[in-house]
């Protein structure tokens, strides 16, 4: 079974930068509903393979994106 | 009928764009960056692809510095209104736009100081007076890149090295730029830069925008509107990340449709063949208009040196009876009075009466302009 984690970001569209660029780089991501258990903000999480997360960072480090938090996703 | 008014706005808008504004509200909308369903995200991919194709126009590396305004009005109060304190000291041209003009009127009653530095009778602009004129108070310069009356472009790049000898920034209204010719925001050392959607880049109006160069300290401009952004709502003040601070409420989704397309037509077209293809038609007016008796043009002649505007009067004709008779006789829309910007008819020397302005625009064809030159010649002799 897949486990996921999440990248919470302060804004949509440093979310849509991110999307762009992680697409590019061939890692496997969706946007969905920000998760209820880790902000009480409405919006847009992008979720990806765990396996994923160090490269996810490196990327997102690198464009100088920046994120709120990453998170695992136990169940979903 | 023959349009003649582009510098309004431009039309017809290339069909690309149409489309791009009825599909996203037919297949993509959801309120961007509001919710987490599909038709949210399908909208907030619009708008930040349509940034990012902005940043890129302009060559800056951060797409989050794209703002998205109404118009260039708007982005030009939002950094006035954001950035100047009393007290503090503004220098401007005198061929500013109202755009410009009335918002720097306002504050000067709220305490700031405000030089208007004279351009030449014919538009262009010296800069040692402009260097004088620039000390160790003044905070912002703001100016306009070309002339709305008269297309007559102004140094940009020199008025940036004045800015930042004195460590002001410069805030440039592009306008009649954005679209018609190549703008590299960090070659030229603009700081900050307004554009509006609805001329060159072909976009619909109610959109624009605001530039802000990558090495610009963004605390130190304060946003016009706070309001819900879709980021941080935990919170009930305003957030500072980029490009939320300055874009409460919903955004024009329709509107960022419609830029992207018509910027993306502009880029698929190419800017320097758009660039040769407007001098080319100015060329022609300024050479047709320059055979007819009693014509007086006003502006640089140098068709370089200017955007794709020509101005001009009859000696004994009002300007509103000849672009009455140009519509209705023969089709030709044209702008006559004062275009928004009596200073810069003062300027010329054309106030209060002000001028017949003739701005070709990219479906303009050099058939178009012989035909507008010979209506023209008609209105002249009856
Ligand atoms: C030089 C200049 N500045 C500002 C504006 C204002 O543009 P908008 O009406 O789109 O805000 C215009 C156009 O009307 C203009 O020509």
């Avoid at chain 2, 794209?66 to 982005?75: D, L, P, R």
């Avoid at chain 2, 800069?127 to 709305?148: C, D, P, Q, Y």
């Avoid at chain 2, 309001?227 to 919170?235: L, M, P, Q």
Wanted: hydrophobic share 40%; charged share 20%.
């Amino acid at each position: 079974m897949t486990q996921y984690g999440v990248v919470l970001f302060y804004t949509t569209s440093s979310v849509m930068q991110a999307e762009k660029l992680l697409k590019t780089e061939g890692c496997s991501i969706k946007l969905v509903p920000t998760p209820r258990q880790f902000s009480s903000d409405c919006g847009i999480a992008l979720r990806f393979d765990w396996d994923c997360r160090e490269k996810i960072k490196l990327v997102l480090d690198d464009a100088k994106i920046e994120f709120d938090a990453v998170y695992f996703l136990d169940k979903q | 009928m023959i349009y003649l008014d582009n510098a309004a706005t431009s039309w017809p808008k290339p069909p690309e764009v149409l489309k791009a504004m009825t599909d996203v509200l037919e297949h993509a909308g959801g309120n961007p960056g509001r919710s987490g369903h599909r038709l949210s995200i399908a909208a907030a991919r619009v708008v930040y692809d349509t940034r990012e194709e902005i940043a890129q126009f302009f060559n800056i590396s951060d797409p989050q510095r794209i703002i998205f305004t109404s118009n260039a009005t708007h982005a030009i109060n939002l950094v006035l209104r954001g950035i100047l304190k009393p007290g503090d000291h503004v220098v401007i041209s005198s061929i500013e736009h109202n755009a410009v003009m009335r918002p720097l009127r306002s504050l000067e009653r709220q305490g700031i100081h405000l030089t208007i530095v004279p351009c030449a009778a014919h538009g262009t602009l010296d800069i040692s007076k402009f260097e004088r004129a620039t000390g160790s108070t003044t905070k912002l310069i703001v100016m306009t890149h070309a002339s709305n009356v008269t297309g007559t472009l102004l140094p940009i790049t020199e008025i940036a090295s004045i800015a930042h000898r004195a460590g002001a920034l410069l805030l440039v209204d592009a306008a009649q730029t954005a679209g018609a010719l190549p703008i590299d925001v960090p070659a030229m050392g603009i700081d900050l830069m307004a554009f509006t959607g609805h001329k060159e880049l072909q976009g619909p109006p109610g959109i624009g925008g605001l530039v802000i160069a990558d090495d610009v300290e963004v605390s130190q401009i304060e946003p016009l509107m706070r309001g819900g952004t879709g980021s941080r709502s935990e919170s009930d003040e305003q957030p500072d990340d980029l490009p939320d601070k300055f874009e409460s409420g919903t955004a024009n989704l329709a509107g960022i449709a419609g830029l992207g397309a018509g910027l993306k037509w502009v880029k698929d077209r190419g800017v320097d063949e758009i660039r040769d293809h407007l001098k080319k038609l100015s060329q022609a007016l300024l050479d047709g208009l320059s055979t007819l008796p009693q014509v007086r043009i006003y502006g640089t002649l140098d068709t370089e040196r200017a955007v794709a505007i020509v101005s001009f009067t009859v000696a004994g004709k009002s300007v509103s009876e000849i672009g009455l008779r140009l519509d209705e006789e023969y089709g030709i829309l044209s702008r006559v009075g004062l275009h928004c910007a009596p200073a810069a008819h003062k300027t010329i020397v054309s106030f209060p009466e002000g001028t017949v302005r003739l701005a070709p625009g990219v479906f303009t064809t050099l058939e178009d302009v012989q035909e507008a030159i010979q209506a023209i010649a008609k209105v002249i002799e009856s």
